[in-house]
């Protein structure tokens, strides 16, 4: 089956680091993206990773090890507007379907 | 900076009747996807349309759901019959190509099936 793992919600400082952690199983791999959701808004894209490494965009960066089926975003200099949901999605073997994680909720605290 | 627009941006309907949902995808843009979002719920993805034809459906797409690009810019979700269970946030995207990285998100239409 197709499964997705995250965290459900993390809290972490303003102007600390944190990194968000997903784990998946799909029938295939083309793909890991990041969004970021706030409540009642839609996701926007963050990152995109479909080769093993690290993609740093800014404060962002994403992580994928596609042998552990594994990665993380990390967020530094985290800032109040980062309390938000963010989404790890999968594209498996077709070119358009997005695999859903539940999101994992970040509070950020001052 | 160009975006995916949505229309309504609420609505209400009664068990049993018709909606039919609006987006407009960017200009440029060749693929185009519905998600919705169950309150509280992860994101599902729905349907995928390419070359004015479904690309992919999920299992959610059943014969309820009909999906149309009527002229060049509007794309549409209609649901025949509304359910009780349809209620949910319905995300319209597009994006450039298949394979490329990102897809845009509209705001969404906030679907209240009573």
């Known amino acids: 089956g197709q499964n997705i793992d995250q965290p459900t919600e993390m809290t972490a400082t303003e102007g600390a680091i944190v990194q968000i952690n997903c784990t998946y199983q799909?029938?295939?791999?083309?793909?890991l993206f990041w969004y970021q959701q706030h409540a009642g808004e839609a996701p926007t894209f963050l990152s995109y990773?479909?080769l093993d490494g690290l993609e740093e965009k800014g404060r962002f960066s994403s992580f994928l090890s596609r042998s552990k089926g594994y990665s993380y975003l990390l967020l530094k200099e985290l800032q109040m507007k980062d309390s938000a949901s963010y989404l790890c999605?999968?594209?498996?073997?077709?070119?358009?379907?997005?695999?859903w994680g539940a999101g994992t909720k970040l509070i950020i605290k001052p | 900076e160009p975006e995916v627009t949505q229309t309504p941006s609420h609505q209400v309907t009664q068990m049993g009747q018709e909606v039919i949902l609006r987006c407009v995808p960017i200009s440029n843009h060749l693929y185009f996807y519905w998600y919705r979002q169950i309150l509280g719920q992860k994101v599902e993805f729905l349907v995928s349309f390419y070359n004015n034809e479904i690309s992919e459906k999920s299992e959610i797409f059943d014969d309820q759901f009909s999906v149309e690009r009527p002229d060049g810019s509007n794309f549409t979700l209609k649901i025949r019959s509304t359910k009780l269970e349809d209620s949910a946030m319905y995300f319209c995207?597009?994006?450039?190509?298949?394979?490329?990285?990102?897809?845009?998100f509209g705001p969404g239409t906030r679907l209240t099936v009573l």
């Open positions: 990773n479909v």
């Open positions: 995207a597009s994006g450039a190509g298949s394979s490329y990285n990102e897809q845009f």
């Open positions: 999605a999968v594209r498996d073997d077709s070119n358009y379907q997005l695999i």
């Open positions: 799909t029938s295939g791999f083309n793909g």
